[in-house]
């Protein structure tokens, strides 16, 4: 009977850890969950920050997959961005997080569009828009 209980708690225990980590990695941008966000709005005061002749700015972390694929993307069109590694700067980490309230990469913005996420057919048609 011990050996029972302990099997079923176990058993509730991985299912509800395999929901989780589903809701999680969803909700992070995996490729199987959640639609990539474009917000629309006034963003030219990014832009000004790091004000390098770039009308893209990219926000990324080391060890990101999908900050990769968005900057092999950008270059692949050659567009001119400024990359900004918050693995780097603690105060443009805390700028991502406190001032923008932004807390997931990879984060595009231009003068009118904030994007969080990447999927290529949704950079694809940002692109083609512009």
């Not at 918050?86 to 994007?115: A, N």
């Given at each position: 009977m011990r050996q029972v209980k302990i099997f079923v708690i176990a058993a509730l225990a991985l299912a509800l850890g395999l929901f989780a980590s589903h809701s999680l990695m969803s909700h992070l941008g995996s490729p199987d969950g959640v639609t990539d966000q474009i917000q629309l709005g006034d963003y030219s005061q990014v832009l000004a920050r790091y004000d390098q002749g770039a009308a893209l700015v990219l926000f990324t972390n080391a060890g990101c997959p999908y900050c990769?694929?968005?900057?092999?993307?950008?270059?692949?069109?050659?567009?001119?961005?400024?990359e900004?590694?918050?693995?780097?700067?603690?105060?443009?980490?805390?700028?991502?997080?406190?001032?923008?309230?932004?807390?997931?990469?990879?984060?595009?913005?231009?003068?009118?569009?904030?994007?969080?996420?990447y999927k290529q057919p949704l950079y694809d048609s940002l692109f083609r828009e512009e």
């Open positions: 990769e694929m968005a900057r092999d993307h950008l270059d692949q069109r050659e567009l001119v961005y400024h900004v590694r918050l693995e780097q700067s603690s105060s443009e980490r805390q700028y991502f997080m406190r001032d923008l309230g932004l807390s997931t990469v990879p984060v595009l913005i231009s003068s009118e569009r904030l994007v969080t996420g």
